[in-house]
């Protein structure tokens, strides 16, 4: 049987290489694997927090997860110059009439590059970085030069509001928030005398790598994973956060990636716990939208629990109007039939005495046709929350099988899921309970002695999926 997919031997070292780079650095697993993901989709990272929070070890790490790559590290200010990325220029052009730099041992010749305070520097900078960072590629002189760019890991406290500043920061697919230790970590943070060495593994080389992009061809995007993409597109439309295409394009590959480096042949709906990282520019853009994924991911729209609420309510509040419906009450010669009792008491504009008024109204009866035909729609209902709650439990069974071999996952995204998959299906089975009740209320309908046979109009709610 043809398989897809890395090989076993490859995963395994995929899973030792994640648990050597991340020894010893508190609190940053997340930044560390989804710096090396980047890195295998050819992707560049950008890490968004303060001085002194492990970015540069992290990207020095990274620089370790690949054999031969040579490694740069540069940190900009606002005085940077070009010559401190792309090198010298070259005396012995220059006597030649040539503009050239001397690459060797800079940016250009870099397989794995750290740049702190990378929009610091001068647009003269920015510019040149643009199409090396998208295109590998660097112009120098009258050619335009390849470059062995495997990832490139920016750092920065905030990213300016500019044009050029803005199209940098498009060109970094991950947007890392790297905080300081919460203070659960601080205590093992202090009993760290220094950064301890890592534990052996083996770098990726270039038929690792090969046999990666090779198995990435091979994955296709799951219809349910390319639907909530699309719904997420508008939901950031809507909110005026605008995804260029070209990201789009990006994001689908990073998770055809993840999918073929834990061996899956398609992107499944759990992989898109990634989007906040590519799809939200701030870290309060990537903290709502990770929240609308952990509530929204295995839950179908037409499941979720707001809208079957507003559907059994509406079969309540129809199950209590036809218990208190009166009709007319008529004796055999068509005139209305007084009863004995008084039903109300009256008092005029000017406050004079009650007068006592006598009924002439009945309680509404209903023919075993529309009693059945209610029941029909709760039971139809009913039928559809049994289905919705199995849905539930293959998710939370795909969730805990995704869990337990995905190399990538947030294992407290993964807490946020399930969590709120325990929540809907309890609220279904709570839903489903009043739904029953409701239909004890239809079912105790007052009832007439014969059946005229018309089927009520169903009650009013969203159609529901």
Request: negative net charge; proline residues 5%; contains cysteine.
């Amino acid at each position: 049987m043809k398989t897809v997919g890395i090989t076993l031997a490859r995963r395994g070292k995929l899973e030792r290489l994640t648990t050597a780079l991340e020894h010893g650095l508190i609190e940053r697993r997340n930044q560390i694997r989804l710096a090396l993901l980047a890195a295998l989709a050819g992707e560049h990272t950008l890490l968004v927090g303060p001085p002194g929070t492990a970015k540069s070890e992290l990207a020095r790490r990274l620089h370790l997860a690949f054999r031969d790559a040579r490694y740069f590290e540069r940190l900009l200010t606002r005085f940077s110059v070009p010559e401190e990325l792309f090198g010298p220029l070259s005396i012995a052009a220059l006597e030649q009439d040539r503009y050239e730099r001397q690459t060797a041992g800079f940016l250009p010749e870099a397989g794995i590059a750290f740049i702190d305070e990378v929009f610091k520097a001068n647009s003269a900078i920015l510019n040149a970085l643009l199409t090396l960072l998208n295109e590998r590629r660097f112009d120098n002189g009258a050619g335009r030069q390849a470059c062995p760019l495997i990832s490139v890991i920016g750092a920065t406290n905030e990213v300016p509001e500019d044009e050029i500043a803005e199209a940098f920061f498009d060109r970094f697919l991950l947007r890392l928030p790297v905080a300081p230790v919460s203070g659960a970590g601080f205590g093992r943070l202090l009993e760290l005398d220094d950064l301890p060495a890592l534990p052996g593994f083996a770098p990726l080389d270039g038929d690792d790598l090969a046999g990666i992009a090779a198995a990435v061809h091979e994955v296709t995007l799951a219809p349910g994973a390319a639907g909530l993409l699309a719904e997420l597109r508008t939901r950031q439309e809507e909110g005026g956060v605008y995804v260029s295409d070209r990201r789009w394009v990006k994001i689908v590959r990073l998770l055809k990636v993840a999918a073929a480096t834990e061996d899956r042949r398609e992107v499944c709906l759990w992989d898109l716990w990634l989007l906040p990282w590519c799809a939200a520019p701030d870290a309060e853009g990537q903290q709502a939208l990770a929240d609308w994924l952990a509530g929204r991911l295995g839950v179908r729209a037409a499941c979720s629990p707001p809208r079957l609420t507003r559907v059994v309510e509406a079969f309540e509040a129809q199950a209590r109007l036809e218990h208190e419906a009166e009709d007319l009450d008529y004796d055999d010669e068509g005139r209305l039939k007084f009863g004995a009792e008084v039903n109300a008491r009256v008092v005029d504009a000017k406050g004079a005495a009650e007068v006592p008024r006598l009924s002439f109204h009945k309680q509404r009866r209903y023919g075993a046709t529309h009693i059945g035909a209610r029941l029909r729609q709760i039971d139809d209902l009913a039928a559809r929350l049994d289905g919705y709650r199995q849905e539930l439990a293959d998710y939370r069974a795909g969730l805990a099988d995704y869990r337990e071999r995905s190399l990538w996952l947030d294992q407290a995204f993964a807490d946020r899921a399930a969590a709120n998959l325990v929540a809907t299906t309890e609220t279904l089975a709570q839903l489903r309970a009043r739904l029953l009740d409701a239909r004890a209320q239809f079912q105790a309908l007052p009832r007439l002695p014969v059946d005229p046979g018309i089927e009520p109009e169903p009650v009013a709610h969203e159609t529901l999926g």
